[in-house]
């Protein structure tokens, strides 16, 4: 991943913690795939767009006060446009060919 996208990733966790939701989803590419392979039996595996990525931040925000799972971004043109999350950091990793 470039300096360039790492920065992106980095920022957008910055505004999410700061609690500037909408100012997160100007991040993402319209079409966004949202992919959760560790996700609650009630919540999808996956979230296409933006209005479903707004659909599953609410969810979280009103259900956790501290999630914390390994979360694999990939983008283009300097938009997210695809997000995968793993149970844990190893399965991210190994996912990656880079298993510790």
């Given at each position: 991943m470039s300096q360039e996208n790492v920065e992106i990733v980095i920022h957008g966790f910055s505004?999410?913690?700061s609690g500037d939701?909408?100012?997160v989803l100007d991040l993402y590419d319209a079409n966004i795939?949202?992919?959760d392979l560790d996700h609650a039996p009630d919540v999808p595996e996956r979230f296409v767009g933006i209005e479903g990525l707004r659909e599953l931040v609410a969810t979280w925000d009103a259900a956790f006060d501290d999630l914390r799972r390994a979360e694999v971004y990939e983008l283009e043109g300097?938009?997210?446009v695809r997000v995968t999350i793993y149970p844990d950091r190893s399965a991210a990793l190994e996912?990656?060919?880079r298993a510790e």
């Amino acid at each position: 991943m470039s300096q360039e996208n790492v920065e992106i990733v980095i920022h957008g966790f910055s505004l999410y913690n700061s609690g500037d939701r909408e100012a997160v989803l100007d991040l993402y590419d319209a079409n966004i795939e949202w992919r959760d392979l560790d996700h609650a039996p009630d919540v999808p595996e996956r979230f296409v767009g933006i209005e479903g990525l707004r659909e599953l931040v609410a969810t979280w925000d009103a259900a956790f006060d501290d999630l914390r799972r390994a979360e694999v971004y990939e983008l283009e043109g300097g938009k997210i446009v695809r997000v995968t999350i793993y149970p844990d950091r190893s399965a991210a990793l190994e996912v990656m060919g880079r298993a510790e």
